[in-house]
T-cell receptor, first 114, second 109 residues
Framework: DAEITQSPRHKITETGRQVTLACHQTWNHNNMFWYRQDLGHGLRLIHYSYGVQDTNKGEVSDGYSVSRSNTEDLPLTLESAASSQTSVYFCASSESSSGAGTQYFGPGTRLLVL | GQNIDQPTEMTATEGAIVQINCTYQ??????LFWYQQHAGEAPTFLSY????GLEEKGRFSSFLSRSKGYSYLLLKELQMKDSASYLC??????????FGTGTLLAVQP
């Protein structure tokens, strides 16, 4: 069955380290998104991509980067992890062009920055 | 600015009906989504409204009034497994989703 997966599911890292969170979908969806979820906030968009080689900044993109070299993967990199980046990270994908369509979410990655 | 409001918490009884409201002010409107999220899990899609009116899907229904910037999610015949957070999200003019902070529903026996 087609699906969207994230790895690792849990990660503990230290301040200043570079961290990469993986997102892989087998639906062949054009659109992929990264969100973070924190208490007191709704899901907030970090970066998104509407296709291969396309990446865009979201609402809370500072300190994060993404690259899209194929349809299936959108890895999220924290260049120099900060304690403020402790959060739960969700990847999502949708089918229709330019961000339309229903977004389906991966299982999430819990990141703790010490 | 862009804002989505929904109650923080609600409590209801097993077998009853509960209505979760969502009001929004956004730059443009291209549809409203409801997601369910159990603790420690991913949001899962429940419903989508882009035109005014009621969409029914089994025990769940969702209503939209674009002129009032208002939606509600109606859950009937509540079951214990319906205890979860319910997220309202609006797709704005740029097709990006803007999420509310979610409503935590507790279903009691």
């Amino acid at each position: 069955d087609a699906e969207i997966t994230q790895s690792p599911r849990h990660k503990i890292t230290e301040t200043g380290r570079q961290v990469t969170l993986a997102c892989h979908q087998t639906w062949n969806h054009n659109n992929m998104f990264w969100y973070r979820q924190d208490l007191g906030h709704g899901l907030r968009l970090i970066h998104y991509s509407y296709g291969v080689q396309d990446t865009n900044k979201g609402e809370v993109s500072d300190g994060y980067s993404v690259s899209r070299s194929n349809t299936e993967d959108l890895p999220l990199t924290l260049e120099s992890a900060a304690s403020s980046q402790t959060s739960v990270y969700f990847c999502a994908s949708s089918e229709s062009s330019s961000g339309a369509g229903t977004q389906y979410f991966g299982p999430g990655t819990r990141l703790l920055v010490l | 600015g862009q804002n989505i409001d929904q109650p923080t918490e609600m409590t209801a009884t097993e077998g009853a009906i509960v209505q979760i409201n969502c009001t929004y002010q956004t730059s443009g409107f291209n549809g409203l989504f409801w997601y369910q999220q159990h603790a420690g899990e991913a949001p899962t899609f429940l419903s989508y409204n882009v035109l005014d009116g009621l969409e029914e899907k089994g025990r769940f229904s969702s209503f939209l009034s674009r002129s009032k910037g208002y939606s509600y999610l109606l859950l009937k015949e509540l079951q214990m497994k319906d205890s979860a957070s319910y997220l309202c999200a609006v797709r704005g003019a740029t097709n990006k989703l803007i999420f509310g902070t979610g409503t935590l529903l507790a279903v009691q026996p």
